[in-house]
């Protein structure tokens, strides 16, 4: 019997092809496991009104761990139009089913590492003062929490009349919007607890001690945004202070952190923030690394051992329908390697990741993203590899 069982979860777009590479690619290491594969996505939604059926969560439940390809989500009217008309009159909203799956299972780690690979082109340079480049190495993780803030999905628009009361108990709130009719408001609200709080931040801090890294930084807007933000860092504080002080707690505001971006992102290690600007960051630290191709994350709830990996790209839906993939399939090999860390393969994740790294020094394979073309179907004609050449060339390599 295989020492492992996956569900696969190709969802929507590229993710299907995506996913069958990386899983040549996890074979052709070692890995040994047997894969059952989960319906999540559009198709799902079109023609169940559910993009993440009950059998889904049933078999993550079950085998605990899930490989996930991408998904595609569409605004609300866009995606009532494409509901089958059977389905269009009972009430029923799209939600995200990766969203789905996170508050679920309380998925509320969300690891993202972003890291130089030496020899891509994509990397980030800067002017080093003397006319001269430099390439600072990037080696930067984020961690996001993942179930809470803006992405909690409590919001309303023209809300009932009691959450509408409630909130003209707010003096600002009456203040600046009491005369706005109430059929004229949308709220959205950004909720963090103290627990879920504290699981990001010790998550974060014990990252930086176990690898090494010399700081934490929380990034988020305490100066406007006091509740939440300020909570953050102030727990921040007081765990570093009585827990990790070898460590040092860095505190930037998520605008400034934008700017340094692109000035020092070598000084950065290991980051935290809520859901919204750890969105943010980590999409500013994948483009230092090369952009989404090359970004992969981990959701993971360490009470019930469950976790989902999947490539932080959406589904990217007309190079689906392209006849030969031209997607790159390094960020969700780099997320299969992160699933084998969760499964303590850490040797196979070794190897797999060495594989990428030299084919990515070497510069013979290289997708259209990494020879800055624009993605259609032509770039296999100006010499950028298919999405199974370049995985066929971290299989040659392992």
């Known amino acids: 019997m295989a020492k492992h069982t996956i569900v696969k979860l190709p969802g929507d777009g590229i993710g299907s092809v995506l996913l069958d590479q990386?899983?040549?690619v996890l074979e052709a290491a070692g890995f040994e496991a047997e894969y059952v594969e989960g319906d999540i996505g559009w198709e799902f939604w079109k023609k169940e009104g559910n993009p993440l059926p009950q059998r889904t969560i049933d078999l993550i439940a079950k085998h605990k761990t899930a490989l996930f390809g991408a998904i595609t989500s569409k605004p609300k009217d866009a995606a009532l139009e494409e509901l089958d008309q059977e389905l269009r009159k009972k009430g029923l909203v799209y939600s995200s089913p990766i969203v789905g799956l996170r508050q679920h299972f309380n998925l509320d780690i969300c690891q993202r590492p972003t890291k130089t690979y030496k020899g891509?082109?994509?990397?980030?340079?800067?002017?080093?003062?003397?006319?001269?480049?430099?390439?600072?190495?990037i080696d930067a993780v984020i961690f996001r929490q993942n179930t809470e803030g803006l992405y909690g999905g409590v919001e309303w628009s023209n809300p009932p009349q009691e959450v509408y009361n409630a909130l003209m108990t707010h003096p600002k709130f009456s203040k600046n919007?009491?005369?706005v009719p109430k059929e004229e408001i949308s709220v959205s609200t950004r909720i963090f607890t103290r627990k879920a709080t504290e699981r990001i931040l010790r998550a974060a801090f014990d990252h930086a001690k176990t690898f090494g890294y010399k700081s934490v930084t929380v990034c988020e807007k305490p100066n406007v945004i006091r509740e939440t933000s300020g909570m953050m860092f102030s727990m921040a504080k007081e765990i570093q202070k009585k827990d990790y002080p070898d460590i040092e707690?860095?505190?930037t505001n998520i605008d400034a952190q934008m700017m340094w971006l692109t000035k020092t992102p070598e000084n950065y290690g290991v980051i935290v923030s809520g859901n919204m600007f750890g969105d943010i960051v980590s999409d500013g630290f994948a483009g230092l690394i090369g952009g989404l191709g090359f970004a992969c994350s981990a959701q993971i709830n360490p009470d019930n051992g469950i976790g989902v990996f999947e490539p932080t790209h959406g589904s990217a839906p007309k190079y689906a329908d392209y006849d030969v993939?031209?997607?790159?399939p390094i960020?969700?090999?780099?997320?299969?390697?992160?699933?084998?860390?969760?499964?303590?393969e850490y040797d196979l994740a070794t190897k797999i990741r060495s594989a990428v790294a030299d084919v990515i020094a070497e510069g013979e394979v290289r997708t259209y993203d990494m020879l800055k073309l624009k993605g259609s179907p032509?770039?296999?004609n100006q010499g950028a590899a298919t999405t199974e050449q370049m995985a066929n060339a971290i299989i040659r390599k392992l």
């Open 22 to 24: 990386a899983i040549s």
């Open 331 to 344: 960020a969700m090999v780099a997320s299969a390697c992160m699933m084998l860390d969760h499964l303590k």
């Open 378 to 380: 032509d770039v296999i």
């Open 249 to 251: 707690l860095w505190n």
């Open 177 to 179: 919007f009491g005369d």
């Open 120 to 137: 891509n082109p994509l990397n980030f340079i800067r002017r080093d003062g003397k006319g001269g480049i430099e390439e600072p190495a």
């Open 325 to 328: 993939n031209i997607t790159n």
